[in-house]
């Protein structure tokens, strides 16, 4: 189970929205690379980066940012927002992000999706980030009609290395993860399913390590860092103890 600490960048600085509205945006870094940096200092194996402006613009806005993170840390980078064609796909693959998320393409081209995935086997994630049930798109400004399960099984056997899952309402609110949605969307694909939204505590983390929870690929935490409430060093170390990365 890998713990992925989260950086949102917005107007190049590393922020928190509150339930994925821009309006509701704090700074906790100017310095996106030195809250890189100080992640891969406290231990954490793996990154989450999320380009927000990208996001709502349907392509890469935030790249110098994501450039000097590359350049200071070593640990793998995966990175969603905005990614919607191949060309898009490759050009960070090639600048060294170790895969790729993509949300709003996985609902409206899920061909596009399939052929990366092909060509980019293992390097290739899937964001599906939900609304009462829902899946929402274009930076969670609208809601689709499908289901995250509807979404998810479209990509069986396609060569797909993960789905982000996330509950929207839980995001950036510190109200614990939404485990039996998350638990249930595991145990209905073969995909590993990454858990976000809402992670708020040590008691989430040890919720995470629990029997039911075994099929989760990891989970994603950011707020709970930045406003220390959640120690890394003993996260790390009981995830550590139960034989996570």
Request: proline content about 4%.
């Amino acid at each position: 189970m890998i713990l992925f600490p989260a950086i949102d960048l917005k107007d190049g600085l590393c922020v928190r929205l509150e339930q994925g509205d821009p309006a509701r945006a704090r700074v906790f870094h100017h310095d996106p690379a030195a809250q890189a940096h100080r992640f891969e200092a406290q231990g954490f194996r793996y990154l989450h980066l999320v380009d927000l402006d990208g996001a709502f613009a349907g392509k890469p806005m935030n790249a110098a940012a994501v450039d000097r993170i590359l350049e200071t840390i070593s640990i793998p980078v995966q990175l969603g927002g905005g990614i919607r064609d191949m060309a898009t796909v490759e050009a960070w693959l090639a600048k060294g992000v170790d895969r790729v998320i993509i949300g709003t393409a996985a609902v409206r081209d899920p061909a596009f999706v399939k052929e990366a995935a092909r060509r980019h086997p293992n390097r290739i994630a899937v964001g599906l980030d939900a609304r009462d049930g829902k899946v929402a798109v274009e930076g969670w400004a609208e809601t689709s009609e499908l289901s995250a399960l509807d979404i998810a099984r479209r990509f069986e056997d396609a060569g797909v290395a993960a789905i982000i899952y996330t509950d929207i309402a839980r995001d950036g609110m510190l109200q614990g993860l939404n485990l039996d949605a998350t638990i249930a969307l595991a145990d209905a694909v073969s995909i590993p399913v990454i858990a976000s939204g809402g992670l708020a505590s040590l008691a989430d983390v040890r919720a995470l390590l629990q029997p039911r929870a075994r099929r989760l690929g990891g989970a994603i935490v950011g707020r709970a860092l930045y406003d220390g409430r959640l120690d890394p060093a003993a996260a790390l170390a009981l995830i550590t103890a139960h034989g996570g990365a």
